[in-house]
Each structure stands twice: as structure tokens, then as C-alpha cells.
């Protein structure tokens, strides 16, 4: 948002701003989700539970001091390139005036391209962070939360965190993108991945076996990918797994197990008598 230049206090501003803005939008909202399914309304959504166990309190704590270096990286990122842009070393393409490019409509492509963009980047920079010789030292943080909750989103060892941040560089540097809508996907992007980490599905029946839905990605693809590992790479999308042969073979039977289990409980809630 500053476009002071490169003084100290001018940096010291951008840095502080960047900081701010992902704080600010980060542990409210990961908090919220928290306090709503594992505080304030656990027994009500306790059906719509992936995995029946609870996480401890010392791997919660851990999520939310290890978010803190992921939003720092970001905000690192993120003041970097503005310093590269004023230097004329690089040159991204955000823009501020909603008429140039031909309006909404390329507003629009451009938020679909930086999905696909994301999709594509986020699986295979995951598949790489399971290599046997890079996992220990790098991915093996995020997967201390075997059991995630909205605040594991962001859980990432600081080398990590450069890569889940760092995307938008070369998408920014290729194509121009209006800085709302920007903005829009970044919070998509959290907000997802908040929901991907809560630890609850909300999808109906037959979601991942549907032949249009079973492209898209549900909370238990990723919840299985916490618990057993090796399989369930991707994103937002079912399609570099499915392209890969990297779905985990149970993916369709667990999903489904899942949603069996909360219409059992709705069933029985509803078959007990009123006091
Ligand atoms: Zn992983
Ligand atoms: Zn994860």
C-alpha cells in the first residue's frame, strides 16, 4: 500500500504493514474456527469430526508459534519485492486502475489463472518436500499436526514457508492482476487451507465419486494426507493426484466413511427422546 521509497523509515513502514496485514487476518480468523469446532460448539459439530480423537494443547500451541515465522516469511516476501520493484531490479505487474486489461472480464481470468498457477506450483513443490532426502529437514514441521486444526494452515518450517509464499512472483512478474483481486485470492487461498486443516467435513455423500466434484478437493483429502503421509498431494483440485496416481487408493472409501459417520450420529441424536 506505501509507495514511499527505499528510506529506512519508508521500509520500516512496508515491513510493519506487511507484518500487520497478515496478522491481522490470519489469527482472528484461525482463531474463530478454532473456538467455534473445538471450544464454543464441539458437541454440535462432533459429527462432522474427520478423525474422532482430539488433538493435544502443547501440538496446538506449537501451530500457532510456528504460523507466526510462516506470516513473518510472508511479510518478508512480500517487503522484498517491493524493494526489488523500486530498485528496478524486477518489475511486477499489480495494477490499480479497474478499466485497464478490459475490466472484469480479465479480472476474472486472471484469478482463474493464479488458481491453476497455485495448484500446479503448490503439488509439485509438495511432492518435492516429500522426498526422502528434503522432508526431515524441511516439510516434517507441518507434519507434526497428525491430527490438524485451522491453525496448523500456516505451519511451516521458515525454508517452507518461502516456497508457499513465493509463487506469486513469477505469476506477478508474466501477468497483470488487479490488486482487489489479488487480494480476493489470498484470502480464498487461507481460507481454504484453514478449512482443509479444520479437521471437519462438510461435503455431502458421494462428493468425491461425483464425475464433476470429484475434481475438487475436500477437508479429508488433506486430512489424510496428515495422517498416513504419503499420498493426497495437491490443492485446491483432485487433478494432479488423479493425473499421478497419487490419491491415496482409500480416498473415496475414507471420505465416505466420514459422512457415514455424521449421519449415524444425526440419526441417533435424532431417534433420542426428548427429556
Ligand atoms: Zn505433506
Ligand atoms: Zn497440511
Known sequence: MFNCGL???????VGSYNIFMNVVRYYPFAGLLFALFYLWKKSNFFRYKIQEKYPNVDKIKKEIVQSFVTLIVFSGIATTVYILNKLD??????????????????????FILITIWHETWFYWAHRIMHHKK????????????????PIAAYNFHWIEAIFEGI?????????????????????????????FHSGFEFY??????????????????????????????SLYFNFWD????????????????????????QKSEELTPIQ
Not at 172 to 183: G, K, Q, S
Not at 247 to 263: G, I, L, P, T
Request: a positive charge; glycine letters at 4%.
Open 89 to 110: 531490479v524486477i518489475h511486477t505487474k499489480m495494477y490499480r486502475d479497474p478499466e485497464l486489461y478490459g475490466g472484469v472480464s480479465y479480472m476474472i481470468l486472471s
Open 7 to 13: 528510506e529506512f523509515d519508508c521500509l520500516l513502514k
Open 242 to 265: 488423479r493425473v499421478m496416481g497419487t490419491n491415496f487408493k482409500q480416498y473415496e472409501e475414507s471420505y465416505e466413511k466420514v459422512v457415514q459417520k455424521r449421519d449415524f450420529f
Open 134 to 149: 528434503i522432508y526431515s529437514y524441511v516439510h516434517a514441521v507441518h507434519h507434526q499436526s497428525v491430527n490438524p486444526t
Open 167 to 195: 509463487y506469486v512472483v513469477p505469476f506477478l512478474l508474466v501477468l497483470p492482476m488487479y490488486y482487489p483481486v489479488f487480494l480476493v485470492h489470498t484470502f480464498y487461498a487461507m481460507f481454504l487451507n484453514m478449512y
Open 204 to 233: 455431502p455423500k458421494g462428493f468425491t465419486t461425483n464425475r464433476f466434484f470429484k475434481w475438487v478437493n475436500t477437508s479429508t483429502h488433506h486430512n489424510l494426507h496428515h495422517s498416513k503421509f504419503n499420498g493426497n498431494y
